[in-house]
């Protein structure tokens, strides 16, 4: 209703006076004096000319536009209430647990300005001791990825988090109420949790729902080992490992540096067992049956390639070989073309009784039953097994997994709750998992992306990253850690509807009291395993001991041992027989195809993430796709390109098994065993994100299902050219030394005779003969005879940093290159400018074969002078010797770049390092041209805006998310400048400037490179060369230490150490 | 005065008057362009325009359009500058060495050679200016004051020491080359009939006005500035060679460099030459000034050249073989890179400079157009592949195997290099027509001296054969000089 209400302002108003009238339309109440102003005489007499004016408007409207103009505006939010542990420029550490179902890693997770941005090893931690793999470091990028699911799902549709806990309530409800009778209609399916809170609330969820049940399996399943253990134990179990202790380690098909159980934990057991010192000249022998180069075959003593279906008999052969020596004999079931080669395998792990490991890889009971009975032969449980200290990684039981798909297929399950799974793309085809989920009327995922299988899901609950919740770990027996958030989640309201942590989703639906995990978690520590924490302590106990627990990440209670559980030695006696019939019966003929995890992707579970993406794989190098591993013999047999002389174009194979084919590039892999093709898992993504989708082929549906295990090979493909061809990005395409001192080595018996053994003076070829370096120098009479020395006094003065690389440690798994790549910024180029040979790593590992031909066999066949270097250039194709060398900039005391460059944008630091002036550099790349080492990396492209890199670089996404992910201490480079490795000098100035604080030297250890503090085998090493204490000065006084093209007289800051391989007891002649 | 001996060819044929010679110079600009050269022109315009493009979008877009890679940091960028470096050596050795050395068969075409030099300069410049990340950044590489206190160049560069070479030469030799027009331009002046001619023409003279004392000063002037870009002529090349030999890189690592990089560019500067005076000539009407045996003296500088070039591709390859040392035996002169992915490279460059130019040891092909016309362009093509090896095909077999690397170009690369023949075209097709194409001055002194007057003078020679037309009446005094 309009308001009718009429106000005045006075009287007047109200009256309407004829004055008033008058003067209410007048503007102003006095006349203006507009004819008076013009009149004026002294206007036109004014010496303000026209000119004048028309210069004081031109300067007005000038200085007018040119206020308005607004410099660019950059939005910083200040903290209007700090809180008190966040001060801008200072990096917050925060122990933490990495556990994605497959790796486990206890990490320290650095946050800057409440950020993390990167990730390291937590050295308390007794299982990784701070090792950490690539795959960790990696992990997050994985937090920023816009990719993730930020709502729940409901129907396919965003929806609420109150509309889908509404929802499914019901549904549980109804599938509940049917009683016990329809025990199972309820799943949860889920890959290994190794979380005791996390197993409780999934009891707490089948109490609620009694007809719920739990199924555990793993994409890559371990669940034929737990079977043997159980028919051995009693009990189904992975042991713990100590390769460490292990003089001989025999593995076979077992990558158990990258991929086998718990990879960080070994590789740096393993580095322990063969790191050479002054002190320590003995290493332990690492001999490694396998089909496929993997890293751990690589970096075996002694390699002999098998044929996956000959696993069981290798293992049963050695199994007979070592009986034999036992004095309790049991017969070859087969013979296999190694059994030569085996009983000398058998003498050595007999001569090292107790301080021995055998293990297997393959999923399959009898193999490891026969495993078992080696390692129990040779009395390594106890020394090198250890089945007391159980680990609880790989739970995955694949019988229960496909016991459950046929209740699906059966209509059997109603409800069913897939959590960190992917079964609609890890599942083999035999168990045809995606028609079976089809058929459960209600689908739940608890994934944190909408992945393949939370595609086709009724309701999608978003589970957050694992940096931004609470959690906690059990990985071993009496081993607990905890994971605390170290970011609020990302997603979460006003902006979205929000992720929520998958156990609070659980505790919701059981309709329990306290839904708040955090407080579960607490309570759960508190009446499992922090009895400190019950409320007689105290509230002062409760939070010191919670605390100081939260601190250090890390947990150790003692080790119940239960003996009642262990089997007799008559039942794996009856077993062994029963073994060895599988073992005969096992697939094979025809191309056996092994499918096999990658270092950088492994199960795929990260595929979304560039940096893994873009990692080069460290036997192949090749970067974004998977393909099928070939020997290089067999593939010039079929003609297919062997990707010689700098070629990435790959011939393109179709492989055929029972009826399923696959079309993907041959890449030739010298050492592959004939007769047999790889195809890394993990690739051939649909809904993994812009990153992954479409990268390779997915060979998970050729998993085989044999013996109720799943067999990650197959007997019986056809391979064929599909005759196309496909462009293969890969970061090294020159695979041998030719016979250049590069990365130099020796063998265990020579360096125990001489350590200098390998690293001889290279001599300098004179018209006097031969010459040694010194000698020869240019710059003899300056630097080194002067009197006034002015070049060592500059050295032997204040800092002084050095990197000593130890090739023997190396084990060429990327994690320092990831690591490189979090820490610096270092761009992602993706595939396209990969091929172009454009990729930005600081730090990269050349791989190196060796060949058949060497300069003195060369001149024994009688090849010309200048076909030798190309017959060099060819590696062994049977089974070649692989070494590692990661190549850094070398940080050249007389650098060849430093002098090019017009101007002065490289220059020499006093303190031994190399800098790089980004802000001066105008790019003329002569300093490139001039490294020998090619270490610099040109930023061809504005990596962070230009659209090329959209969908890769995480500097440049189309929301601002992934840049969150940058460190703030080191710049973003802009095209046309140079970069390369500054041995990590932001963290040298950040502990220069703690010493200061401290009013105290730098102690060594203090700072170290990112490559050095991720390296899990401890390989690279970096210090003070002037602290006498320091590990660099000792590892310098080491006959092993050279430098990278010493000829070349840039004498580096970086050194190498000579690897030293233990083959003299030949095993394969 | 110098004087020919009677016996030798006459280097002006046709039996030419001052007067004549004045008409055959001035024809090409004050007449109208032909309809060959419109096509040329316009070819040459479209040519450097798609370059512009390509420069654009490799300045807006950054060098990721070319092919390079972290192995091979320069490819067509540099071989392109060296290569049109080494072509602008030519026309400074033509008027500056022979000049002193009084080398008179040079001074028909050492107008021509001056401007291609200039042109080619101008050509070269673009690339070290293009190859950088940050061309907008330039001019850091000028020892300039700036306000970041002693923040200076790099004076052991040896690319600094590239920018004071080649701003040098290229100050010296645009110098010297205006200087030799001057006189001409003031001809044309004196003939113009047209008033903007008239004016343009006046201004291009600096008013001349022919007087004793203007010819005086224009000798000793010529003779200073020959004697300063003379050593020119040796220390741009050297330079540039520098760029590569003070590398660490094997291959360029040479101390053999300077020289042998001299050498080179003389050798496909005077083949540009030829490339350009064949056609000109034909196209100028200019037959009776560049004669056969201007072709022929120049075609054996070339095979002097291109041998010198020879000995020091074999002093590469012998020290490579006879050093020992591995990393040299892939070097771009080596067996294994003639057998290699880069063998056509190998190959184009030594069919080209070494097996080709045989012919050149025979007169009859040494004194055939068609021939030399299409040996200068092989010349060129090989002095290119020259560069390109030893760039690229030193860098992709370096000392660590895992670095080793391919690179073929971009259609960027390939459209800037297109661009700057584009340019250089254009250029001189508009010199051609607006300059003279002559020096006529300086020309004239030889009419009495080696002319084909002078060898077969007229039975019964009247005055207006050596009459002049009135400008040059002061001649006499330039013979003093000679």
């Not at chain 1, 998958?502 to 978690?521: N, P």
Request: contains cysteine; neutral net charge; hydrophobic residues 40%.
């Amino acid at each position: 209703m309009a308001n009718e209400k009429k106000y005045w302002k006075g009287l007047e108003e109200l009256n309407e006076s004829p004055a008033f009238v008058k003067a209410r339309d007048k503007e102003f109440a006095k006349e203006v004096p507009i004819e008076e102003f013009l009149g004026r005489e002294s206007i036109t007499t004014s010496n303000t000319s026209r000119r004048d004016f028309l210069k004081y408007l031109g300067f007005t409207v000038a200085a007018a536009s040119l206020a308005a103009c607004e410099s660019p505006v950059v939005k910083t939010i200040p903290y209007v209430i700090k809180p008190e542990e966040v001060t801008p420029g200072i990096d917050n550490w925060y122990a933490s647990t990495f556990f994605n179902g497959e790796d486990y890693c206890s990490v320290l997770i650095k946050t800057r300005d409440g950020r993390p941005i990167k990730i390291e090893g937590n050295k308390n931690s007794p299982v990784t001791r701070g090792a950490v793999n690539a795959r960790v470091h990696a992990s997050v990028l994985s937090l920023y990825d816009n990719f993730r699911a930020k709502t729940p799902y409901v129907h396919g549709g965003e929806s609420t988090w109150d509309l889908a806990d509404k929802e499914v309530g019901a549904k549980l409800a109804a599938a509940a109420s049917k009683g016990e009778s329809a025990k199972g209609n309820i799943a949860i399916l889920s890959s290994t949790i190794i979380s005791p809170s996390t197993r409780e609330i999934i009891a707490g969820f089948i109490e609620k729902y009694p007809t719920a049940k739990h199924v555990t399996w793993d994409a890559v399943s371990f669940s034929g080992m737990r079977k043997a253990n159980e028919q051995y134990f009693g009990k189904a179990v992975l042991p713990s490992y100590s390769f460490d202790k292990a003089k001989t380690i025999v593995s076979i098909a077992a990558d158990f540096l990258t991929n086998w159980i718990s990879p960080i934990e070994f590789s740096k057991q393993y580095a322990d067992g063969r790191r050479l010192s002054k002190k320590k000249k003995d290493m332990s022998r690492h001999i490694q049956f396998e089909s496929i180069m993997s890293v751990s075959g690589a970096n075996a003593d002694t390699r002999i390639p098998i044929k996956p279906s000959e696993e069981g008999a290798v293992a049963y052969n050695l199994y007979a070989a070592i009986s034999k020596l036992a004095g309790s004999p049991v017969g070859n079931v087969t013979s296999t073309p190694y059994d030569e080669q085996i009983s000398k395998v058998a003498a050595e792990l007999w001569s090292n009784k107790g301080n021995s490991l055998v293990v297997a890889g393959a999923n399959d009971v009898a193999v490891q039953s026969v495993v078992n009975m080696i390692n129990k032969t040779l009395g390594n449980y106890g020394s090198t097994v250890n089945i007391d200290r159980e680990c609880n990684l790989r739970q995955g039981n694949d019988e229960e997994f496909a016991a459950l798909v046929n209740d699906m297929k059966a209509g059997k399950v109603e409800v069913l709750i897939t959590y960190n799974t992917n079964p609609a793309y890890t599942a083999s085809a035999a168990l045809g998992f995606k028609e079976a989920y089809a058929k459960v009327p209600c689908k739940i995922s608890l994934a944190s992306s909408v992945d393949e299988t939370a595609s086709t899901a009724d309701y999608i609950c978003p589970d957050h990253n694992y940096l931004e919740s609470w959690n906690d770990a059990n990985p071993y027996a009496g081993q607990y850690s905890l994971a605390q958030p170290a970011i609020a989640p990302l997603f979460c309201k006003p902006r979205h509807e929000g992720t929520r942590c998958a156990q609070e989703t659980l505790l919701k639906w059981s309709g329990a009291e306290i839904t708040d995990y955090y407080s579960y978690l607490q309570n759960y520590w508190k009446k499992n395993l922090l009895p400190e924490l019950s409320d007689e302590g105290g509230g002062y106990l409760i939070t010191n001991a919670w605390n100081s627990t939260l601190q250090s990440g890390i947990l150790e209670k003692p080790i119940v041992v239960n003996d009642s559980e262990r089997g007799s030695s008559e039942l794996a006696q009856a077993n062994i027989s029963e073994a060895a019939s599988k073992i005969v019966n096992a697939a094979k003929g025809g191309i056996e195809v092994i499918l096999y995890q990658k270092t950088s992707i492994g199960a795929g579970l990260q595929s979304n993430n560039p940096w893994l993406q873009e990692l080069p794989d460290p036997i192949s190098k090749v970067t974004w796709d998977n393909y099928i591993t070939m020997n290089p013999s067999e593939m010039k047999d079929k003609g297919f390109s062997l990707l010689e002389e700098d070629n990435h174009v790959a011939s393109v194979a179709t492989l055929t098994l029972n009826g399923s084919s696959i079309d993907l590039p041959v890449f030739p892999q010298p050492g592959q065993a004939k007769g047999t093709v790889g195809i890394a898992l993990g690739y051939g993504r649909t809904n993994a994100g812009r990153v992954a989708n479409g990268v390779g082929a997915n060979a998970f549906p050729w998993v085989q299902w044999t013996n109720n295990t799943f067999q990650y090979y197959a007997a019986g493909a056809t391979i064929a050219s599909a005759n196309k061809t496909y462009t293969i990005g890969a970061t090294q395409t020159h695979n041998t030394m030719i016979g250049r001192p590069i990365l130099k080595e020796a063998t265990l018996e020579e360096y125990q005779k001489n350590p200098a053994a390998g690293n001889e003076e290279e001599k300098i070829k004179t018209i006097e003969g031969l010459k040694s370096l010194k000698d020869v120098n240019l710059w003899d009479d300056f630097d080194k005879k002067s009197p006034v020395n002015l070049t060592n006094n500059a050295e032997n003065l204040g800092l002084r940093w050095k990197l000593a690389i130890d090739l023997n440690s190396c084990i060429g798994c990327g994690s320092c290159v990831v690591s490189c790549t979090a820490e610096n910024n270092v761009p992602v180029v993706g595939k396209s400018e990969i091929v172009l040979v454009r990729e930005m790593h600081w730090i990269r590992i050349d791989r190196y074969y060796s060949s058949d031909m060497s300069w003195e066999k060369a001149k024994e066949q009688d090849i010309t002078e200048s076909n030798r270097e190309y017959a060099m250039m060819i590696p062994s194709t049977d089974n070649p010797e692989i070494a590692f060398q990661p190549v850094m900039c070398q940080h050249c005391n007389h650098a060849p770049c430093e002098t090019v460059c017009p101007v002065l944008a490289t220059s020499h630091g006093s303190e031994g390092i190399n800098q790089m002036v980004y802000n001066r550099c105008v790019g003329t790349k002569y300093c490139a041209n001039n490294c020998p080492y090619k270490v610099r990396r040109f930023n061809w492209f504005n990596y962070y805006r230009d659209e090329k890199f959209l969908e890769v670089n995480p500097a440049q996404q189309s929301n601002e998310l992934g840049r969150m992910v940058l460190n703030p201490d080191v710049v973003v480079r802009s095209r046309g400048v140079m970069e390369k490795c500054s041995l990590c000098i932001q963290r040298i100035q950040v502990g220069k400037l703690k010493a200061k604080l401290d009013s105290r030297q730098i102690k060594d250890g203090e700072i170290k490179t990112a490559c050095a503090q991720s390296c899990p085998t401890e390989a690279i090493v970096f210090g003070n060369v002037n602290d006498p204490e320091s590990q660099v000065a000792e590892l310098i006084k080491d006959e092993r230490n050279y430098l990278l093209l010493a000829d070349l007289d840039t004498q580096p800051n970086v050194f190498y150490m000579t690897k030293i391989r233990n083959k003299d007891k030949a095993i394969l002649e | 005065m110098h004087q020919d001996s009677i016996i030798r060819e006459p280097l002006l044929l046709g039996k030419k008057t001052y007067h004549q010679v004045t008409e055959d110079v001035a024809r090409p600009v004050e007449g109208k362009a032909n309809k060959y050269w419109w096509a040329l022109f316009f070819l040459a315009i479209i040519a450097w325009l798609w370059g512009i493009g390509c420069m654009a979008y490799t300045v807006g877009r950054g060098i990721g359009v070319w092919n390079l890679n972290r192995t091979i940091d320069w490819g067509w960028d540099i071989t392109n500058f060296v290569w049109w470096i080494g072509i602008g050596h030519a026309g400074t050795l033509i008027s500056a060495v022979l000049c002193l050395f009084r080398q008179r068969w040079r001074l028909t075409i050492n107008r021509s050679a001056e401007a291609m030099t200039i042109f080619a300069v101008m050509c070269a410049a673009i690339f070290p200016v293009l190859h950088m990340g940050r061309p907008w950044l330039a001019y850091f590489v000028f020892p300039l004051p700036n306000q970041f206190g002693s923040l200076w160049v790099n004076f052991n560069s040896p690319l600094l020491w590239d920018v004071f070479a080649i701003s040098t030469y290229f100050t010296v030799s645009i110098v010297f080359w205006y200087l030799g027009l001057i006189p001409d331009f003031a001809m044309i002046r004196d003939r113009a009939k047209t008033k903007s001619r008239k004016i343009l023409y006046t201004l291009f003279s600096f008013g001349w006005s022919g007087r004793a004392k203007d010819w005086q000063r224009f000798e000793e002037v010529t003779l200073v500035l020959a004697g300063i870009a003379t050593p020119l002529v040796f220390s741009v090349h050297s330079i540039v060679s520098s760029d590569f030999a003070t590398g660490v890189v094997r291959g360029w690592h040479s101390t053999v460099y300077p020289p042998y990089f001299v050498a080179g560019a003389i050798f496909s500067g005077m083949a540009m030459v030829l490339t350009l005076v064949i056609v000109g000539r034909k196209v100028l009407d200019l037959e009776e000034y560049i004669t056969i045996q201007h072709i022929e003296t120049m075609n054996k500088v070339m095979l002097t050249m291109g041998s010198v070039v020879g000995i020091a591709y074999f002093a590469e390859f012998f020290q490579a073989w006879y050093s020992g040392d591995p990393n040299e035996s892939f070097i771009y002169l080596s067996w294994n890179n003639a057998k290699g992915v880069y063998g056509w490279a190998f190959w184009s460059l030594i069919i080209c400079n070494n097996i080709i130019p045989q012919i050149l040891w025979l007169k009859k092909a040494r004194r055939n157009l068609y021939i030399t016309f299409i040996l200068s362009i092989v010349i060129n093509i090989g002095m290119w592949f020259e560069r390109f090896d030893i760039i690229v095909t030193d860098l992709y077999r370096d000392y660590l195997p895992s670095d080793w690397t391919y690179y073929s170009p971009s259609w960027v690369e390939v459209g800037i290099f297109v661009g700057t023949i584009g340019m250089f075209f254009t250029f001189f097709l508009l010199f051609a027509r607006w300059f003279p194409f002559i020096a006529q001055a300086e020309l004239k002194t030889t009419l009495k001296s080696t002319g084909d007057l002078f060898h077969n003078p007229p039975r019964h020679p009247k005055s207006s054969d050596f009459e002049s037309d009135g400008f040059h009446a002061e001649h006499a005094s330039i013979e003093t000089v000679h």
